[in-house]
């Protein structure tokens, strides 16, 4: 149970990829094992990788991490405003999990007002549950041209009346810059709001950087926090941007994954990555996909017919039919499930104007689009073995035909998916098939690799190691005593 006052601080970043989202989890780790009710928040994010939630809607990728790391179920509140990216200037908006518009980034700049109110309700409602909230930041307050009707960094700390710590990334060089120069160019209400900053991804020994750290002190007066060195684990943690996939070789059996333009929920690909005799290989746009790849892993799409045109245009779909004809097994996702199909309809214009295009022609479905988003957490048995998987499922459209006859899981209740007859191309809507333990060692059994991990259970190692990584390294006392009940009112 929260206590009457529940206290809060929010982790903002000098810039964009200084990793937030991590640092978040692990301070919310951090103070779940000192005994604190946490709850992680964060108002406004923008991802494709979505979660869904206990209460039946979605949130990033990030938040639904921070909820485990917190030890409770991800909620909508979590994660208000979500922007899922259809084009390079347009987003579906998320409000509490649903649905609320597309929008050019011009109209949603002109929306962002009417979203505050949401995002408070949100906030104040998860500090009704919790000791402390752990709010994230989105990109940097730096970017003063996004200040007007700001509700992702300093916009919202105004309105919850929140103090904030800034996080640089060393990494990248130029931290103090980074950090001393985002307080000069903020308007001074909004400097005055940050108390404390840390320095993260510091590579080899910290001890030389004492006197960058005192210098930061110096000119901006800010308590210091520390400077976390680099946390080898972090490619264990599910990512969030899509710029942090990466391949990872080193195993005899290779998964081949086209990247995308518009890829979209690609956490599927975590617990095969962390697989030792897995190696997965994400294909850049203008690469051929490899002839010697045990699986083709098409992902899901935020706009399927988009990245259908994309990966013909890589001449992907030449590739893949050789992988075929090689014997090699196909796998498709959600959108990749799609277009997998002989045929995608969208008459309503969904992801674009109202058209028609075949697909890929390796299963014979056909997919409709309608304005109906599925959003469930889901149940299933995989129908070879009789494996248990739990995942989620996160679409538009139908997809019927003859091949949905060798439907390959039972998913709360009803036949799943579709496959060839030899059973070597299959396709489903279920995200998250991987993460178990028993489904993905009986796979990976027919690819030739044997499963060497327990994904869920390693995480959570991952994530207590996180938490130590910051008690180690971040005044998590001086933290907590920054913290501070907000000011504003439900």
Same mark, same amino acid.
């Given at each position: ?96 999990? *649903? ?10 700049? *002109? ?31 730096? @970017? ?17 009346? $929140? ?23 903020? !308007? ?10 840390? $320095?993260? *991804? ?37 990512? @969030? ?10 195993? *005899? ?27 997965? @290989? ?45 014997? /090699? ?13 002989? @045929?995608?309809?969208? !008459?309503?214009?969904?992801?674009? +104007? ?34 248990? $998987?739990?995942?989620?499922?996160? &679409?538009? /459209? ?6 949905? +006859? ?10 799943? /998916? ?12 279920? &995200? ?12 990976? +059994? ?34 907590? /005593? ?9």
């Amino acid at each position: 149970m929260a206590q009457t006052k529940p206290r809060a601080i929010m982790i903002q970043g000098a810039g964009s990829n200084v990793g937030k989202s991590m640092v978040v989890a692990g301070i919310t780790r951090a103070l779940v094992n000192r005994g604190l009710t946490v709850r992680p928040f964060k108002p406004q994010n923008m991802s494709n990788n979505a979660a869904v939630t206990i209460d039946g809607g979605e949130i990033g990728r990030a938040q639904a991490l921070q909820a485990l790391a917190a030890k409770v179920p991800a909620h909508t509140d979590m994660n208000p405003i979500l922007l899922k990216p259809e084009t390079d200037t347009g987003a579906q908006v998320i409000v509490q999990g *649903k649905r609320y518009a597309t929008l050019r980034a011009r109209d949603y700049a *002109k929306a962002k007002p009417d979203l505050l109110k949401p995002a408070l309700e949100s906030f104040h409602r998860l500090c009704d549950q919790a000791d402390v909230i752990v709010i994230e930041g989105a990109g940097s307050p730096a @970017e003063v041209n996004l200040r007007k009707g700001d509700i992702a960094n300093m916009g919202f700390a105004e309105a919850a009346g $929140v103090p904030v710590v800034l996080l640089g990334d060393i990494d990248r060089g130029g931290v103090i810059a980074q950090l001393v120069g985002t307080q000069v160019i903020l !308007p001074e209400a909004d400097a005055d709001r940050i108390k404390a900053f840390a $320095v993260n *991804k510091f590579r080899g020994d910290v001890s030389l950087f004492a006197e960058g750290e005192q210098a930061i002190v110096d000119q901006t007066g800010w308590t210091n926090l520390g400077t976390l060195p680099w946390f080898a684990d972090a490619w264990r943690l599910p990512a @969030e941007d899509v710029m942090d996939i990466a391949s990872k070789k080193g195993g *005899k059996v290779k998964i081949a994954v086209p990247r995308l333009n518009r890829i979209a929920n690609f956490d599927d690909l975590d617990p095969l990555s962390a697989e030792p005799d897995v190696s997965v @290989e994400i294909i850049e746009a203008g690469r051929p996909l490899p002839g010697d790849a045990d699986l083709v892993l098409i992902p899901g799409s935020k706009s399927t017919i988009a990245d259908l045109a994309h990966f013909r245009a890589q001449g992907w779909d030449i590739d893949l039919k050789a992988h075929v004809r090689r014997g /090699g097994r196909v796998l498709g996702i959600c959108g990749g499930y799609q277009m997998l199909g002989s @045929e995608i309809a969208d !008459p309503d214009g969904i992801e674009g +104007a109202p058209c028609t295009v075949a697909g890929l022609g390796l299963l014979d479905v056909q997919t409709v689009m309608e304005p109906h988003k599925r959003l469930a957490l889901s149940n299933a048995t995989y129908r070879a073995t009789g494996d248990a $998987v739990t995942g989620y499922e996160i &679409h538009l /459209g139908v997809t019927q035909g003859a091949d949905c +006859a060798n439907a390959w899981l039972d998913l709360d209740g009803r036949a799943e /998916g579709a496959a060839t007859a030899d059973g070597l191309i299959k396709g489903c809507y279920m &995200h998250g098939l991987f993460s178990a333990d028993s489904f993905r060692a009986s796979y990976l +059994a027919d690819l030739g690799a044997a499963t060497q991990i327990t994904y869920d259970a390693d995480l959570e190692q991952v994530l207590d190691a996180l938490a130590q990584h910051i008690e180690d390294h971040m005044d998590v006392d001086a933290l907590l /005593g920054i913290a501070a009940t907000p000011t504003a009112k439900a």
